[in-house]
């Protein structure tokens, strides 16, 4: 693990003394948008854009998810780096099929030489500008929810505009408190703050299991964005968070409501092939040598994301 200053990479932990202990993630470095307009930089094309992905990581996973149900896999390849992130942070298995790099930080510093910051995935890199044009999921699958319509003729909406409000509430609420309230927890190095992200995460969790029981989705009675940001949080959790990051009070099979909510979304046609606990499970055990320094993976718990999720009556 570790992140460039200057563009040269340094293998480096967080820092958390001068947040006394808390852990604070960094915005992401790259910003720009694609846009279905003819006077845009980065403009909707097939076969333009590639895209490099954990398959471990619940940020990149979203982004998967969009590019899945957006039909968007003929028009947006992809790269998936090694599940293991140590000293040179992100790698490739085998060099990736651009510039022939076998480091995730090489990607960075080919779009800006003296770039300083933390090397993320999702990355979405623009083969015509040859630079990064994003590593921020937000909004990348905002990108994959309507700039390629045209090209894909796929209109399924995610971001509605009459919801909003409604899924901008939710992922106002869900991002500190339960996508990045897990990070809070596990990578808290100071019992106060671990106990202050542990809380506000439970609080958040039994808040959305009361708001599931009459309520299919987030926003009611389609899926929308923020079902998808929550999800790929809460189908890691008891395969991951429960140990790995001290997320112990309960599991997501313990909630009723969460746990058939997650169930239905997973089952969504087309989002199982874009998890992969292999990659999940391995990530975080074997590359937070911080957290657990023996590097041993566990073997369970036993998932059963299969059976019905029942939640056809709401
Ligand atoms: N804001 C970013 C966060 C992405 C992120 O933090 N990804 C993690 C993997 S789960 C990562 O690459 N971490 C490497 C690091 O922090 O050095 C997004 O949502 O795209």
Redesign the pocket.
């Known amino acids: 693990?570790g992140?460039l200053v200057d563009g040269v990479w340094h293998d480096v932990w967080y820092d958390t003394k001068s947040s006394n202990g808390k852990f604070v993630?960094e915005d992401?470095g790259f910003r720009d948008w694609i846009e279905d307009d003819a006077s845009a930089q980065f403009q909707p094309e097939s076969g333009r854009y590639h895209l490099y992905v954990?398959l471990?990581?619940?940020?990149?996973h979203r982004t998967l998810i969009f590019r899945k149900l957006k039909g968007l896999e003929p028009h947006i390849d992809v790269t998936v780096v090694c599940p293991d992130?140590l000293s040179e942070?992100?790698q490739m298995g085998l060099p990736e099929p651009l510039f022939g790099h076998t480091r995730l930080h090489q990607i960075y510093t080919q779009s800006k030489p003296d770039y300083s910051g933390?090397?993320?995935?999702?990355v979405l890199w623009d083969k015509k500008h040859n630079t990064i044009v994003s590593?921020?999921?937000?909004e990348i699958i905002r990108m994959f929810n309507s700039a390629f319509n045209g090209l894909t003729g796929n209109d399924l909406d995610f971001y509605p505009q009459h919801l909003a409000e409604t899924i901008d509430q939710w992922n106002d609420f869900i991002y500190p408190n339960v996508n990045n309230g897990v990070y809070r927890c596990g990578f808290a190095t100071t019992q106060e703050a671990y106990e202050q992200a542990y809380e506000q995460l439970f609080a958040a969790l039994d808040k959305l299991e009361s708001h599931l029981a009459t309520q299919r989705y987030l926003a009611g009675k389609q899926i929308t964005e923020a079902d998808w940001r929550l999800f790929t949080t809460l189908i890691r959790f008891d395969a991951v968070y429960v140990g790995h990051f001290k997320c112990n009070k309960k599991r997501i099979v313990d909630y009723p409501n969460l746990n058939g909510y997650m169930k239905e979304l997973y089952q969504v046609p087309g989002v199982k092939e874009t998890t992969d606990f292999y990659h999940i499970k391995r990530h975080y055990y074997f590359s937070h040598t911080g957290i657990n320094p023996t590097q041993v993976v566990p073997k369970g718990p036993d998932l059963d994301l299969d059976s019905p999720h029942g939640r056809e009556a709401l």
Do not use: D, I, L, Q
């Not at 471990?56 to 990149?60: D, G, L, S």
């Open positions: 693990m992140k993630r992401a954990s471990a990581c619940p940020w990149a992130m942070g992100w933390r090397v993320t995935v999702p590593n921020e999921s937000s």
